[in-house]
């Protein structure tokens, strides 16, 4: 899914901090691509597909197999239309490369999720999952002002923020890394991307220095 534009601020300094943080997360994705011609690729809630098209190009393949609940536009995407929530139409062991970008926030079901990855992955493959970070300093700055959390949802039908109303789950990275052991995976990288109010070489260098705080947190894992 990654990091879009579901919302714009008038406010030009508050979309540029919106733009930044994009990019940063899919470079700090991207990062830990593998390039592999040959590999099958799965990119699990690839939204319109813009950022498909990067991952197929950083991986150099032609074609990735997209799952999402709308439509795709892209077309070095074959799109299955299919709820992430529940079993995926895939064979054991079929994709060498799983991305999953901004979408396991979004689901109910993370348990089932995360074992629909594991069975789908080939012996040598990795997967690779991003998602907002629940201990970032922004998060905790606004919980010190007994506000609502920008990244956590109360509601369907109510929303108290201007992000998404339909974040399920949020992790802190320390709380991903364990679930994801739970489910058998070995990390092999735990990175952080924007690092609020600092950007630019200052949010890198803070990222760096401490990803437990970071905006967004990525994690690679293999079986």
Same mark, same amino acid.
């Given at each position: 899914?990654?990091?879009?534009? /579901? ?7 508050? %979309?540029?901090?919106? $733009?930044?943080?994009?990019?940063? @997360? ?14 099958? #690729? ?7 597909? $813009?950022?498909? *098209? ?15 609940? *709308? =439509? ?6 074959? !799109?299955?239309?299919? $709820?992430?929530? @529940? /079993? ?5 062991? *079929? ?15 993370? $348990? ?15 997967? #690779? ?9 922004? #998060? ?6 007994? %506000?609502?959390? +920008? +990244? ?12 998404? =109303? +339909? ?5 802190? !990275?320390? @709380? !991903?890394?364990?679930?994801? =052991?739970? &489910? @058998?995976?070995?990390? *092999? %990288? ?20 401490? /990803?437990? &705080? ?5 994690? /690679? #894992?293999? %079986?």
């Amino acid at each position: 899914m990654g990091v879009g534009n /579901k919302w714009a601020p008038n406010n030009p300094i508050l %979309k540029r901090m919106r $733009d930044s943080a994009r990019d940063d @997360g899919r470079r700090v994705f991207l990062s830990v691509l593998e390039y592999n011609p040959k590999a099958k #690729v799965l990119d699990l809630g690839c939204n319109i597909g $813009d950022f498909s *098209e990067e991952l197929a190009q950083k991986v150099g393949v032609p074609k990735i197999i997209g799952v999402d609940l *709308e =439509r795709s536009c892209s077309p070095i995407i074959d !799109l299955c239309v299919c $709820d992430l929530n @529940g /079993k995926l139409p895939f064979k054991d062991g *079929e994709f060498d490369v799983i991305c999953a970008s901004h979408i396991i926030e979004h689901l109910s079901e993370t $348990d089932t999720f995360l074992r629909e990855i594991r069975r789908l992955l080939s012996l040598t493959g990795y997967a #690779v999952i991003q998602t907002p970070n629940l201990a970032a300093w922004h #998060v905790i700055f606004w919980l010190m002002c007994s %506000k609502q959390p +920008t +990244t956590a949802a109360i509601s369907d039908e109510l929303g108290l923020t201007y992000k998404e =109303r +339909t974040h399920r789950r949020i992790f802190t !990275l320390r @709380g !991903l890394i364990a679930l994801l =052991r739970y &489910h @058998g995976f070995i990390i *092999e %990288k735990s990175l952080g991307s924007t690092y609020y109010p600092l950007w630019g070489v200052l949010a890198k260098i803070a990222c760096f220095i401490d /990803k437990w &705080h970071s905006a967004y947190i990525t994690v /690679k #894992v293999r %079986k």
